[in-house]
């Protein structure tokens, strides 16, 4: 039982209260980028939680048995691009052979996400959070599921920014990183509460 | 011994991920259209983009899947066109060919500066300023944006503004969507009467800002005998569809501003200041 609500409590924290894009600041650059229509932010959204599980799943074993085993915790950073970069690949041949419609549907940001610190940042603080195997895909579960919320939260507000009738010096850009800031604010408020409610 | 350890290390994950990787995309090709393969190998390859799609690759897919035009490609012209209908084997449609074409003939001796501009050197840049420091704000500012986008090198600076080497010109438009002052127009490769000019402003205003200017003065749309020419907004508009390349109206015009020109095939070194004069 105790197992269970340390698990739900790492769920719902790396959902709201450490919120990878909002409180974290990592993978801005689909936030912004991917984030002007609904559908589209929900497939990067969907893509991005499915290979932190993926990469999460390959890393945690082989910094535990490889590199922990030899003492070559500094080679972490670097394995972890190639090990990402890899599955990403092979994740892309595999959906592109078995599920045509999903791929075209995922397009261009399958290929995006190799590149995504939200990724890179997710499996490494997993190592430095100290989680067991089973807490570390919990916890990049809840991360993925995050990135998606944030997504789109900010695809509906962006779709009402667009039409809204914005002073000229702040269209475009400008409006919505203000917007951004305000739910990453927003998010701010989630601190302590998960912990409190199971506590 | 750490740094072997290390070497190995990193040395057998990469070799694991990369022949992973060929396993994968062994076991789990795709098997492409074959025609693909044969319509991207007739395709330029240099990816200009005029034909709407994201590069050769991206067109000669959507030619693969049917249903596309086969005449989309301007590099290519309509030897590629034909090429693709042989082999999708349908009926050949026509291309028609187009140059670009600067509509500005304010060189250094007919216009000037009426500022000194010191900033970075782009004509997009120079733009966002007041519109550049030309006397006349409509004409071709001469720092050269369509000239380094232009992937076939038909375009050079002289004399402040940018003539186009219509031998070289492929039609891809880039330099069309580049121009911040959209003074570049397609041409179709017969034309040989053309306005050079884009200044709107009233004869008198258009005549200060730049000698070779079109002022308005209609001489030209009452010589046309096939009347082609209308001046709109005080300023000579042909319409090649009734323009029957006379050249009535460029001896006629009292600035200079219609020209003839021959379209397509001018000499390599021809001498492109010879237009203005």
């Not at chain 2, 017969?190 to 008198?204: D, E, I, L, P, R």
């Not at chain 2, 009452?222 to 050249?247: M, R, S």
Request: include cysteine; glycine fraction near 8%.
């Amino acid at each position: 039982m105790e197992e269970l609500r340390l698990l739900i409590v790492i769920l719902l924290s790396a959902v709201f209260v450490d919120n990878y894009v909002l409180c974290r600041f990592l993978g801005i650059c689909p936030f912004l980028g991917v984030s002007k229509k609904l559908n589209q932010s929900v497939g990067m959204g969907v893509a991005v939680t499915l290979v932190m599980l993926i990469a999460t799943a390959v890393t945690w074993p082989i910094q535990c048995y490889v590199l922990d085993t030899l003492g070559l915790g500094y080679l972490q950073n670097i394995l972890f691009i190639l090990i990402i970069a890899t599955l990403v690949q092979m994740l892309e041949m595999l959906l592109k052979k078995l599920s045509p419609s999903l791929y075209k549907g995922l397009g261009v940001y399958l290929p995006l996400i190799t590149t995504n610190c939200a990724v890179l940042g997710v499996t490494i603080n997993n190592i430095i959070d100290g989680y067991s195997f089973v807490e570390s895909m919990v916890s990049s579960l809840g991360c993925g599921l995050g990135f998606l919320l944030a997504m789109v939260l900010f695809s509906g507000i962006r779709s009402r920014i667009n039409e809204a009738n914005i002073p000229t010096p702040f269209r475009g850009l400008a409006v919505t990183l203000i917007a951004a800031s305000f739910i990453s604010l927003a998010f701010m408020g989630f601190g302590g509460i998960i912990e409190n409610i199971f506590a | 011994m750490d740094i072997l350890t290390a070497f190995i290390v990193i040395l057998s994950i990469s070799l694991l991920a990369g022949i992973l990787l060929l396993v994968f995309s062994r076991l789990f090709s795709v098997a492409k259209n074959p025609l693909e393969k044969d319509i991207r190998e007739c395709l330029p390859g240099i990816n200009c983009g005029a034909c709407g799609y994201k590069g050769c690759d991206d067109y000669a897919a959507a030619l693969a899947e049917g249903g596309v035009k086969t005449n989309l490609c301007v590099p290519g012209a309509q030897k590629t066109s034909d090429t693709i209908s042989n082999i999708l084997g349908i009926e050949k449609e026509e291309v028609e060919d187009v140059v670009a074409f600067v509509a500005c003939n304010g060189h250094c001796d007919a216009t000037c500066h009426v500022a000194k501009y010191e900033g970075i050197n782009t004509c997009l840049a120079a733009s966002m300023l007041y519109g550049g420091t030309n006397a006349c704000h409509f004409g071709c500012l001469g720092y050269g944006d369509c000239a380094n986008v232009c992937p076939s090198d038909a375009i050079c600076l002289d004399d402040g503004i940018a003539h186009i080497d219509t031998s070289k010109c492929l039609g891809c438009r880039l330099c069309e969507k580049t121009c911040p002052k959209q003074i570049i127009t397609m041409l179709l490769q017969n034309t040989s009467t053309v306005v050079m000019c884009s200044n709107n402003q009233k004869g008198a205003e258009a005549k200060k800002a730049c000698k070779n200017a079109c002022i308005g003065c209609k001489k030209c749309e009452k010589t046309c005998p096939h009347g082609a020419i209308e001046v709109k907004d005080n300023l000579a508009v042909i319409d090649y569809g009734k323009c029957q390349n006379c050249g009535l109206c460029v001896s006629e015009c009292p600035t200079g501003c219609l020209k003839s020109v021959f379209f397509p095939d001018l000499p390599a070194d021809y001498d492109f200041a010879s237009l203005s004069e």
